[in-house]
């Protein structure tokens, strides 16, 4: 049976070239990287080379580039260790959205019961933060505003360069999660401005298990974990070489192909656009179409016209064996409706009928073709038009 993975924004497949340039620091050069012998030593070499890298594809200096063991460690070190340093200047008040992922409003809530207020704001129909939304939201108490880069449900590219302004001017520090854009999107930290940005592997055909916190130079923040003193102090717990490694290989590739593939994937997203326009008359798009990720189109079935279970629409695409999401990976398989397309005025049941088709390397016009014709002889089979 033919096979089509288009989950890419959950995950990507490891690249050949990375699990190449990995494999000699699992098998020969498995050092300590905090050990003073020959072995540690080449460890600490090939971990200190990839956050080089690392940080010159971010316009970081490497002493602001932190391993972590992906975006949701990052997301939380941020945010926790943010909003606990500024408590000690009397700041206990968070600026976020309400698209972020559940990492940022996780902590966000945990943070809600130990002292501090949180304010999300909304987004518009396309699932994009108003800057000047931000700036009525902060207060004379805000710490941190925390906006993700781009949303990894509708792919809403947001204007953080004019976010963090606003909010630095303020006295606020800026965090960014921008686990979907880093090498998918050109940019550095400085032309975002931001002082903490989060970043994961897995996303860009690296390895699952490694992500990063950039801190920019001079920012307090109070560490989650405690132990040794890797990480400069910042991250204890014995490094891991092979997934840094695979983290730099990964992000380079991804990077040397970025503009390239953007422009492949870009097309393929329109024509798919097109053909399940033609082909269904009660679908709807969600999120916007000029500032938006190239691989990622977000469709609902429109409640009004068409009765269709969202659950019995995604299990039978995987018989079809086209995998698909109707949202966040951590929310699927749960029946609830995804608090992105809620936020972007969605109705519940619309929600529930929302298929997100995130496009990768292997995708090809072909699959596309496929898709489009399966998806029409289930929503047939399963859809109850009004
Ligand atoms: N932030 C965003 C926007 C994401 O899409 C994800 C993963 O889906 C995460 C954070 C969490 O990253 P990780 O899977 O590396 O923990």
Same mark, same amino acid.
């Given at each position: 049976m033919k096979s089509v993975y288009l989950d890419h924004t959950a995950t990507t497949p490891l690249d050949q070239r990375v699990f190449e340039a990995m494999k000699p620091y699992y098998l020969e050069q498995f050092g300590n990287a905090s050990s003073i012998h020959e072995f540690g030593r080449r460890a600490r070499a090939a971990l200190d080379e990839s956050r080089d890298r690392l940080a010159r594809l971010l316009g970081?200096?490497?002493? /602001?580039v932190f391993f972590v063991s992906g975006g949701t460690e990052a997301d939380n070190s941020a945010v926790k260790g943010a909003a606990w340093s500024m408590r000690e200047k009397g700041k206990n008040h968070i600026v976020t959205s309400a698209i972020e992922h559940h990492a940022i409003l996780e902590s966000c809530l945990f943070l809600s019961s130990h002292g501090c207020e949180t304010t999300a704001v909304s987004v518009d129909a396309d699932g994009k933060v108003d800057p000047a939304e931000v700036e009525m939201a902060?207060?004379?108490?805000?710490g941190v505003v925390t906006i993700m880069h781009?949303?990894? /449900?509708?792919g809403s590219v947001q204007p953080i360069a004019a976010i963090a302004r606003i909010a630095r001017e303020r006295g606020s520090l800026v965090h960014t999660d921008a686990v979907q854009t880093f090498c998918r999107l050109p940019f550095t930290v400085d032309e975002l401005g931001v002082d903490l940005l989060s970043a994961s592997a897995h996303k860009l055909y690296g390895p699952k298990g490694i992500g990063l916190l950039y801190i920019r130079k001079g920012t307090r923040l109070e560490r989650l974990m405690h132990g040794g003193g890797q990480e400069r102090g910042r991250r204890a717990g014995t490094e891991n070489v092979p997934l840094a490694v695979g983290f730099a290989a990964a992000a380079e590739y991804a990077v040397a192909e970025m503009e390239k593939e953007s422009i492949r994937l870009r097309g393929l997203k329109n024509r798919l656009r097109v053909m399940l326009s033609e082909r269904f008359t009660s679908i709807l798009l969600n999120g916007s179409h000029e500032r938006s990720l190239p691989h990622i189109l977000n469709v609902s079935f429109d409640s009004r016209a068409i009765d269709i279970d969202g659950e019995a629409l995604l299990f039978n695409l995987d018989l079809a064996g086209i995998a698909v999401t109707s949202g966040s990976a951590c929310t699927s398989?749960?029946?609830?409706?995804?608090h992105v397309l809620l936020a972007m005025g969605r109705d519940e049941q619309t929600c529930r009928a929302t298929i997100r088709f995130s496009l990768g390397r292997s995708t090809t016009e072909e699959d596309l073709v496929y898709v489009v014709g399966r998806l029409g002889e289930i929503v047939e089979r399963i859809g109850k038009v009004r």
């Open positions: 970081a200096s490497s002493s /602001e902060m207060r004379p108490q805000t781009a949303n990894n /449900e509708v398989g749960s029946i609830e409706p995804s």
